[in-house]
């Protein structure tokens, strides 16, 4: 049985945010059971047969999905092997329902991923975020009263407007709520997004270069002053808590992807599922299959991928496992590139590990995009 990640898409959301360009909708309230129903057939199509690691549900708002929509769902995913798994849902403040974590916990979730992006209200509204802080607040404590022992929350820096010192307030009342897991990413401007459009306009006043480079350097060494560990450029974890799905994705192994705009990895072949709700929903109902494109990877993007996502991880990749996955050498392959770039002291490449420094993960983009072939 081949072993594979899981991750599910549920498309729906209350009202999109202004900066999200996830292919999720919002007034898509009546297409709820339909879809649950066609995801749920998905499930057991595509995970037969297989030996399921991790489970993700992503979106959209997964907690925006109604009761009767869920209680589908959860049909198809008892049915998969679930002993000791690393298994997620996300989903947003005020989205959470005492319902809702019950059923989640008799589906066998055990992690919880929280967006919250920002602790000042302004910010909360300029981003287009549907809950308040005090959401927030009642969120965290409600999941901790059910017995989530894995938490995550998501924080924004270079939004709006943030000043250094609203940052550095937001990292550290996260931080005193001890949470297992915090992501920080930085806010990039997305074509198609509301956000994108007032940019365009000249309308979205952001902070200075210099100051985004500062909240990074705060976040890993405020962070790391409190327990958590980077281990990947954007991810902070307390030991033992790395969000397990997300390194299948960052090591280059296999994941199916179930849901609508949902993507697959098997094999070394990509797979995309169609984006449009209902299309997808009857793709499913008619034939079982809602894939849209695939593409066989050459072993030349295969390995541009193994370096350009491997490198995300703080340990970066092993040169090791790559002349055990390839076949060849990784200095017959990218021998220069490795070399200049430990000459600017961007890169490490000891142990038998090739990783980014510290200076390194400031200007990841440009290291990475020179592993492509």
Request: with cysteine.
């Amino acid at each position: 049985m081949q072993d594979a990640g899981l991750y599910i898409h549920i498309p729906f959301c209350k009202m999109k945010c202004y900066y999200c360009d996830f292919p999720s909708f919002s007034g898509k309230e009546d297409n709820m059971t339909s879809y649950a129903k066609a995801l749920s057939k998905e499930i057991r199509i595509k995970c037969k047969e297989k030996n399921i690691k991790t489970i993700f549900i992503g979106g959209g708002t997964p907690t925006y999905l109604s009761l009767h929509g869920w209680r589908i769902i959860k049909e198809a995913i008892d049915e998969i092997k679930k002993e000791h798994i690393e298994f997620t849902i996300e989903g947003n403040p005020k989205t959470f329902t005492e319902e809702k974590l019950k059923l989640f916990k008799d589906m066998g979730v055990n992690r919880i991923s929280v967006g919250l992006q920002a602790w000042q209200e302004e910010h909360l509204k300029s981003l287009g975020r549907i809950h308040t802080l005090e959401d927030f607040r009642n969120t965290f404590n409600l999941l901790r009263r059910y017995g989530f022992k894995n938490i995550n929350v998501d924080i924004m820096f270079g939004i709006p407007s943030q000043t250094l010192t609203q940052w550095k307030e937001t990292l550290e009342q996260v931080i005193s709520l001890n949470p297992e897991h915090i992501s920080a990413y930085s806010l990039i401007i997305e074509e198609g997004t509301h956000f994108y459009n007032l940019y365009q306009k000249n309308q979205l006043k952001l902070p200075e270069e210099d100051t985004e480079r500062q909240m990074y350097e705060d976040t890993v060494n405020i962070l790391k002053e409190n327990g958590y560990t980077q281990y990947e450029i954007s991810n902070f974890a307390k030991e033992g808590k790395e969000c397990r799905h997300n390194l299948i994705y960052w090591s280059l192994d296999n994941y199916i992807g179930c849901g609508s705009a949902a993507h697959s990895y098997l094999n070394g072949i990509r797979y995309r599922n169609e984006e449009n709700i209902e299309k997808y929903t009857c793709k499913i109902e008619d034939e079982n299959n809602a894939i849209i494109e695939e593409h066989l990877n050459s072993k030349k993007e295969n390995m541009e991928e193994f370096m350009f996502l491997g490198l995300r991880k703080t340990q970066g990749i092993s040169t090791l496992e790559f002349k055990e996955r390839f076949d060849v050498e990784i200095e017959s392959v990218y021998g220069s590139i490795i070399e200049k770039y430990v000459k600017l002291g961007l890169l490490n490449s000891k142990n038998q590990r090739i990783y980014l420094t510290h200076r390194g993960i400031e200007v990841s983009n440009i290291v990475m995009s020179d592993f492509l072939l």
